[in-house]
């Protein structure tokens, strides 16, 4: 398997998922109380630790079979991982503004990246 679908299976596996989504929250209350270091350092480290051991121990192939690996494979470009990683941003400037709505745009703009793939495409005239 080649790197870059190894590094994209990985991504749906529950540990990582579950990482990154806590990490993220945990960071998000961090910043909201202004403890910039830490939140910093949960926001990137446990993800980042996750990925490691994930990258050497786990199955990849076993991901593939499932719905969420073929779509993953399928719709998760670098522009959705980028589009996902702005909305995090979004939603940490509003944790750290004390402003609700920017978290919830923040989640909306995630969201969205996450479900770009199930929105019909248009196709163009030849």
Not at 32 to 59: C, E, K, N, T
Not at 94 to 117: E, H, N
Request: hydrophobic content about 60%.
């Amino acid at each position: 398997m080649k790197l870059r679908q190894r590094l994209l299976h990985l991504q749906v596996h529950p540990l990582k998922l579950a990482t990154d989504w806590v990490s993220a929250l945990v960071a998000a209350a961090l910043l909201w109380q202004h403890a910039l270091a830490y939140g910093l350092i949960v926001a990137a480290l446990p993800s980042m630790l996750v990925s490691i051991v994930l990258f050497w121990r786990a199955d990849a192939n076993s991901f593939v079979r499932t719905a969420l690996g073929s779509y993953m494979l399928r719709n998760n470009t670098p522009a959705m991982e980028g589009v996902r990683f702005c909305g995090m941003l979004v939603l940490w400037a509003g944790a750290w503004l004390g402003w609700w709505w920017l978290l919830w745009a923040g989640l909306a703009v995630i969201a969205g990246g996450w479900l770009a793939g199930m929105w019909p495409r248009r196709r163009t005239a030849a």
